[in-house]
């Protein structure tokens, strides 16, 4: 079983900042992408950024030279830094990753995404 565990939302006033981490656990062969996407009341859910096994970034316009993703492969963990916060940030940030996983005993290997649970940034005016 893979398990993410997301953490770092919270309440913050206009203009700060919030880190968010998340931790990927379970039998995992190899983590391939790992991003965040955020979801705010009455609208669909959207990218914020992504980040490959090599370091590879991409950001959705809205906050790219704003926020920051970075990974730690040792560690399993994806982090987002988020700077200079706005009102319109207020979401549920989740967390998702594709993983190789190992799913026979002959070696077989299959990619699967999956999702945290979201955590929630509130960004006050």
Do not use: H
Request: glycine fraction near 14%.
């Amino acid at each position: 079983q893979v398990q993410l565990a997301e953490s770092g939302g919270g309440l913050v006033e206009a203009g700060g900042s919030l880190g968010l981490r998340c931790a990927v656990s379970g039998s995992i062969f190899r983590i391939n992408v790992m991003g965040w996407y955020r979801q705010a009341p009455g609208k669909q859910r959207e990218l914020v950024a992504t980040i490959g096994s090599g370091g590879i970034t991409n950001y959705a316009g809205s906050v790219k030279g704003r926020f920051t993703i970075s990974r730690d492969n040792a560690e399993n963990t994806v982090y987002l830094q988020m700077n200079s916060l706005k009102p319109e940030d207020t979401a549920v940030y989740y967390c998702n990753t594709n993983v190789m996983v190992v799913v026979n005993i002959e070696g077989a290997s299959r990619n699967i995404e999956y999702w945290g649970k979201g955590t929630l940034v509130t960004v006050s005016s």
